[in-house]
């Protein structure tokens, strides 16, 4: 506070509030006395105060002062190993990698969300029928691997907000995340037909993409058919079914009619009896046609797959073929390939329902296996895709052992 003096020696000093309230001080007397001061400096702090209070009442809600700039938004999902992964609330970005990764984003319709994929997609393939479907999400997107062999270089330079990798090839996980610094969330993928893993790659699936509506929705459509098939199928005794036998199974490339499989997907979902199951293997192998003679099975299936295969051997074999009590009663059918790159769960589910009308006609008599692929189809991929198939020759229909 400054001091001022008169010219009659009095100390005189303005203290200020805003405005001017000059008090008078004088040296041998108080002439505001120290109760009216206190009062005062009480009424200005008061006043303050209230002032202050308004102000801060008028002005509008906001960030907190200090905050700076938000922290993305982010949530926790638990991966196929259990790893607890940090991603994006909302995941625009993604990339799939290894096999079945891509097939099962497709289900999940989030293919729009794909902004790299690995070699194998950028040619329109019918026998994957995600990939045929959706090619012109696929087609000029940068390529970032091949399947078990990703290129770190390329993932990191597209930038997504999540890497989905299939555990069906390789686990490398957090290895993959280490050193790209890209959140990896690892699905199990299936080459199976509706088992566990399918459903825990959905599940796992719908939590990336905030779409476990979708996720529920194929998990109730596979367990109302696997409920239905089954209910028709369990209690056909043993003695009354017939005998079946499936050629031309594709496995680590194309074989002819000695390729077989135990454990078929769609005739093991109709407890159909496989053949194959009673020769102890547990995948597709080749077998000795001989065997295929001494079983001579009432009801024969050949994969599109393997039909050049058997053409070029009928012409050589025909005597073979001839003797199969199934090709000379002419019940000899197709089933549509669904295994490339693994399992394509739609089309096993369409065989399984041809292959079920074919062995339990009276108990599949409300069925048209045609018009149960298109529902399939249209609600795995948004796609009538048996169309698509059955003008390029592949439908469900009698085969004539040998024909071109």
């Not at 003096?5 to 005189?12: A, F, L, P, R, S």
């Not at 400096?41 to 938000?70: N, Q, Y």
């Not at 031309?248 to 002819?256: A, I, R, Y």
């Not at 050589?316 to 000379?328: I, P, T, W």
Request: proline residues 4%; aromatic residues 10%; negative net charge.
């Amino acid at each position: 506070m400054n001091r001022k003096y008169n010219d009659k020696g009095e100390n005189t000093c303005k203290f200020h509030l805003g405005y001017s309230l000059p008090f008078l001080i004088t040296g041998k007397k108080i002439i505001m006395k120290k109760q009216r001061l206190l009062s005062a400096m009480i009424l200005v702090v008061t006043v303050a105060a209230g002032l202050v209070g308004c102000a801060a009442a008028a002005k509008p809600a906001g960030k907190p002062l200090g905050s700076g700039k938000a922290a993305p938004e982010s949530k926790i999902i638990e991966d196929a190993l259990g790893r607890q992964v940090e991603i994006p609330a909302l995941v625009e970005r993604v990339v799939c990698l290894n096999v079945g990764a891509l097939r099962y984003t497709c289900y999940m319709q989030a293919q729009d969300r794909v902004i790299a994929v690995e070699d194998c997609e950028k040619e329109q393939v019918l026998s994957r029928p995600y990939n045929y479907v959706n090619f012109d999400y696929f087609k000029d997107l940068p390529v970032i691997g091949t399947n078990g062999n990703h290129y770190t270089e390329e993932l990191i330079a597209v930038n997504p907000d999540v890497i989905i990798m299939s555990n069906y090839d390789s686990n490398d996980a957090q290895k993959l995340q280490d050193i790209s610094g890209i959140p990896v969330v690892l699905v199990p993928g299936s080459d199976a037909l509706m088992d566990q893993d399918a459903y825990e790659t959905l599940r796992i699936m719908g939590e990336v993409y905030g779409n476990e509506e979708r996720a529920q929705e194929l998990i109730q459509y596979m367990d109302q058919i696997k409920k239905d098939l089954n209910t028709r199928t369990a209690d056909v005794p043993e003695e009354v079914k017939p005998s079946v036998y499936v050629g031309g199974v594709s496995f680590k490339g194309f074989h002819g009619f000695e390729g077989t499989e135990a454990g078929y997907g769609p005739l093991q979902v109709i407890n159909a009896r496989n053949l194959a199951d009673e020769t102890g293997q547990t995948a597709a192998f080749s077998i000795d046609l001989e065997q295929v003679m001494a079983w001579d099975p009432d009801v024969i299936f050949v994969d599109f797959n393997g039909m050049p295969l058997i053409r070029e051997d009928y012409a050589k074999h025909a005597d073979f073929y001839k003797q199969l009590r199934a090709v000379k009663e002419e019940r000899v059918y197709s089933q549509i390939s669904f295994r490339s790159n693994a399992a394509n769960l739609e089309t096993a589910l369409t065989d399984a329902y041809y292959a079920a009308v074919i062995l339990y006609p009276e108990q599949f008599s409300d069925v048209d296996p045609e018009a149960k692929a298109t529902e399939i189809f249209k609600m795995f991929l948004g796609n009538d895709f048996y169309a698509t198939l059955k003008e390029n020759g592949y439908e469900f229909r009698k085969i004539q052992m040998g024909e071109e």
